[in-house]
Each structure stands twice: as structure tokens, then as C-alpha cells.
């Protein structure tokens, strides 16, 4: 979010003071009306200004962040079909919005005659996906699927996409203990607020906003607008001014709540995406991670700083750091993107790990229970009825011996 203008607060972005420190790149450069800004323009440019970097001998740090377009940078994870498209900018990105206006069970029906492979792996209501592996097609004529297995198996490829592409990487992961990093997020979002939130919220709102939702325009699911951060406080600035001072006083603490919520919602989704993206990553061709402790501020030179500055002066010097990298086994027997029809439920599940969640848990052991329950009387009814033919067949067998005698 932070490629794009305006919203410094809510985008976290770093401080004019601190640029000024070190050259920084891909902050605020995309106009904030541009909807389709995708991760494939972010790593064609980032990709560019990297090759620019090492030209100059300098050193490229990419720091994060959204882990998904980390690993876009790091590996050939990607397909572009702008290249193979109309020179218009923006026309691939605009297509994929278009099918999402769609219904998804439709467009799940297209992918499955399509690209039937990829259809098996998506769940008929992840919209952007489907859309995502309908648009490749459509642009490319050949199956999105088609292009992954070619990244698998170009060398240094594996289960999860084609072969990394800065050989001499290594990554330094911030992490802290669960109750302080929710402390502190909170407290960052109590810093939002008093560095100027709710005025950058209603000029932003004013300039950019307000005319798309009374257009009835404003999904929220695209470009600038999906920020963490602004669609929650959308009740608060539709009705400020238009309500009592008390009602919109709870709709502001609802939103901050709200934004407070997500804020530790999202970043338990990225550490999640560091574990299984990057540390349990299957094959060879993976950067070494290195963890670094920052629940304690106070020990940030000695847990963070130095560690930090040691392992990369020994990457430079061509030196194996003294640290040792974080290791976790990789789950190379686990298909995450495995089809499951779970017929009690009526529900479909991808992937080894949900299914195996899905049936442990609380609905499909209720509906296992009732059907259990059924059949248990089918079967008492069933044996009733056995038992009034047997004996009706008795009772008939002895009258007809009381006939003959």
C-alpha cells in the first residue's frame, strides 16, 4: 500500500527525516485512484530498480512487510501476461476486475472447463483467484496450471514455483512474543490516531472517496482503498456531522477497534506466511532466515542491531555468519492445494492441513453426530419391521398346522 500517494499514516509509511538517511524506493509513486496496481507492476519495477542497485555495487535491502510480494521478488513465482497482451497499461489488471464482478460458482464453472487442474485447487468462492487463473487463459490461451508446472520444472524449481532468483540472498526476521507484539500494535494504532489519523482519514475521504460511494462505485477490495485501516473507519466518515456527537463518538471507537483488530489479525497471517513460504519452503534454493528477538526494545542492540550488522557484513565478505539460521522441516508429503468434497457438510476443502482441521471440528462432528442419530433409527425402525414379518409369518405357519390337524 505504501506505492501509492496519500495515507501516510495508515500505510506506516517512514518518516521524510529518515529517507533522508538512506535512499529509499516504491513509496508513494502510483496515483491513489489507480485500481489495478498488481504484484506482477510491483515486481517488474522493484525487479528493475534492484538490477540498478547491484550496478552501482551497492546493496538492495527490500524491507517488509507484505511477505507475498517478498517472495514475488525472490522467486519466478509469477505469471505476466501483460507481455503477451494489448500495450495498454492496465488493460491484463482490468480484465481480472471485470470477472470479478461475476458470480463465483460461474466462474468456477469456466475455470473447470478450461484449466480443470487449477479449478480442483480453488474453492469456488476465492473470487480473485479464479478470476486471476481465468484471465491468464483467456490472455494467453494456455492454462494457468500449464504455466506453473513450467516454473516447477525449470531448474532450481519446486512444489511451490520456479527457481530463486538472487542465489546469494539471506533474509532477517523480526519477531517478538504474541502478547508483546499486541501491545504493541495496539499502542501503534493509538499513535496513528494522535499523529493525525482522523485528519488524514476525512481529506482522503473528502478527495477520493465520498464520490465513489455515493456513486455506489466504492468495493473497498481494490488499489489504495483496501488498506488496512481506511474501510474500517467507512461507517464513522459516511455519517459524521449527519448523527448525534455520541453516536458518531462510538462509530470512531468501533473503527479503531476494528483497526486494531485486523492489525493483529494481519500480522499473525504474515508471520504464518514466513513459516510456511520461507522456512518450510521444500527444496535447496532457499535463502537462510535469520531470527532476530524484539519483544524487549530495551535489548535492541544487543538482540537485533549487532546480530544483524554481523550477519550481513559476513554475506558481503563472502563469510558464513556465526549465527545459525532459523530451521523448520519442510512439509514436503502436504498438498496444500488438495480437493476435498465433504458430502455431510456440503462443503469443499482445499488442502490436506484444512481437511484434516474440517473434520475435527465442532459443525462436522455435529453433522456426523445427526447422521449417526438416523441411521440408528432407520436401523431400530428396520428391525421392527423384521421382527413383525417373522413373527406375522410364524402366526401364520401355526394356523395353517392347526387347519391340517
Not at 519446486?158 to 495496539?186: F, H, M, T, V
Not at 482503498?225 to 459516511?238: A, N, P, R, T
Not at 542492540?301 to 519442510?330: C, T, Y
Request: glycine share 6%; aromatic share 6%; charged share 30%.
Amino acid at each position: 500500500m505504501q506505492v501509492y500517494e496519500g495515507l501516510d499514516i495508515i500505510t506506516n509509511k517512514i518518516s521524510p527525516q529518515e529517507q533522508a538517511l538512506c535512499r529509499h524506493h516504491m513509496i508513494s509513486f502510483v496515483d491513489p485512484l489507480v485500481p489495478n496496481y498488481t504484484v506482477v507492476d510491483f515486481r517488474n519495477k522493484a525487479a528493475t530498480l534492484i538490477e540498478d542497485i547491484f550496478a552501482r555495487e551497492k546493496i538492495p535491502i527490500v524491507v517488509g512487510g507484505t511477505n507475498y510480494y517478498i517472495e514475488s521478488l525472490l522467486w519466478k513465482v509469477l505469471v505476466d501476461t501483460k507481455e503477451k497482451t494489448s500495450p495498454s497499461p492496465g488493460r491484463a489488471a482490468d480484465r481480472k476486475v471485470e470477472l470479478e464482478q461475476l458470480d463465483g460458482c460461474e466462474l468456477h464453472c469456466r475455470l473447470s472447463q478450461v484449466d480443470p487442474e487449477m479449478a480442483a485447487k480453488l474453492h469456488p468462492h476465492d473470487k480473485r483467484k479464479v478470476a486471476r487463473s481465468l484471465q491468464v487463459f483467456e490472455e494467453t490461451g494456455i492454462p494457468h496450471s500449464e504455466f506453473l508446472h513450467r516454473q516447477r520444472e525449470e531448474e532450481g524449481g519446486g512444489p511451490l514455483g520456479g527457481p530463486l532468483k538472487y542465489p546469494n540472498s539471506c533474509i532477517l526476521w523480526l519477531y517478538a512474543d504474541q502478547a508483546a507484539l499486541d501491545e504493541r500494535l495496539d499502542k501503534r494504532v493509538d499513535d496513528m490516531v494522535a499523529a493525525g489519523l482522523l485528519e488524514e482519514l476525512r481529506d482522503f475521504h473528502r478527495r477520493y472517496n465520498q464520490e465513489k460511494v455515493a456513486e455506489n462505485c466504492q468495493d473497498y477490495q481494490h488499489g489504495i482503498f483496501q488498506s488496512i485501516g481506511f474501510k474500517e473507519f467507512h461507517e464513522y466518515l459516511m455519517t459524521e456531522g449527519k448523527c448525534p456527537e455520541d453516536t458518531s463518538a462510538l462509530l470512531l471507537e468501533k473503527g479503531i477497534q476494528a483497526l486494531k483488530l485486523v492489525t493483529k489479525r494481519y500480522a499473525r497471517k504474515q508471520n504464518k506466511w514466513v513459516r510456511n513460504r520461507f522456512l518450510r519452503r521444500p527444496g535447496p534454493n532457499v535463502p537462510p532466515v535469520y531470527g532476530l528477538e524484539v519483544s524487549d526494545l530495551s535489548q535492541w542492540d544487543e538482540n537485533v542491531l549487532k546480530p544483524a550488522l554481523q550477519i550481513v557484513e559476513s554475506f558481503v565478505q563472502g563469510r558464513q555468519p556465526s549465527a545459525d539460521p532459523v530451521k523448520m522441516e519442510s512439509e514436503i508429503n502436504e498438498d496444500k492445494r488438495s480437493h476435498h468434497m465433504c458430502e455431510l457438510c456440503n462443503r469443499v476443502i482445499i488442502g490436506d492441513r484444512e481437511w484434516a482441521a474440517h473434520t475435527k471440528s465442532k459443525s462436522h462432528l455435529h453433522h456426523l453426530k445427526k447422521r449417526w442419530k438416523l441411521h440408528s433409527k432407520l436401523s431400530a425402525v428396520e428391525s421392527q419391521v423384521n421382527v413383525t414379518e417373522t413373527q406375522g409369518a410364524s402366526e401364520g405357519i401355526e394356523n395353517l398346522g392347526q387347519e391340517r390337524n
